[in-house]
């Protein structure tokens, strides 16, 4: 890989903004087909205005982003079950599911080992807040797959498909990942969300061979790509090229994983 070539890539602003129809996030994107998701990782391939033909969905994705833009949490989660109820859409509740993975992760840096007294309460209620929200994100994740399944069973279609493999990735069903990533293979070779599952798989199974689908995948021009691109590159100890890609990356998306992993690198690079 040519670290600088792949960072060339980040200097100029996206050229297309696509919106998600799963979450009503603004999905900066550097390839004028598609995006994907930088909040629920989500495949789309709509514009805001495209969107706006449905009127209804885009007054409940409306809704929900800007619960989501003023921090009403619990706002946003009700505003996931009400756009569920309305469309019964497996990729909604793998979206609301990745919105409880992101509290739960907010409540756990809440944690402060450092404050002298009376820390432990709060201690635990930050980690008995994050345990809830993991509980639920679980839960999501399961009956994702379970709607998945029962639409698969009529249309294999490749979104379907990347669904329930994603919800089964981030339950930690390898197994089942990748019986779902063959199928989509099968479905859809060569198609840029079988690319990016198959690179989502490479990643998880830490498989040393990953060059190639990055090499793929990042000319695809989707944001997310960059931030696994960055944690491979972190994990080989190039810290300073993943910090890089990080910051030019959260130019442009609001990534929780990319700003954790960048204050990661940046407190080992203190020590260091």
Known sequence: MNVERELKLL?????????????????????????????????????????KKNAQLTDLLDSLQSSIASGNQNDALKSFETLFASTKNAGVLLASAMLHLSIADE???????QTPNGYMEENSAHSKAALAHYS????????AISVADMEIKTNPDSNLLYIKFLSQLRLGQLRGAKNSLEALNANAKGLPITLYSNLLYSCAMNDKKLVPPFEAVLQLGTLP?????????ANKNDLGAAKKIL??????????????????????QTVL
């Open 11 to 51: 200097e100029k602003e996206p050229a297309e903004q696509f919106r998600c129809g799963y979450c009503g996030t603004q999905v900066p994107s550097y390839n004028p087909q598609f995006g994907i998701c930088q909040l629920c990782e989500l495949y789309t391939d709509k514009s805001a205005k495209e969107l």
């Open 107 to 113: 409540e756990f840096g809440k944690r402060d080992y």
């Open 136 to 143: 639920s994100a679980k839960a999501l994740f399961f009956k």
């Open 225 to 233: 790509a960059f931030y696994y691109y960055a944690d491979f590159l």
């Open 247 to 268: 910051i030019k990356l959260l130019k442009y998306a609001e990534m929780s994983a990319a700003k954790k992993l960048l204050s990661g690198i940046e407190r080992v």
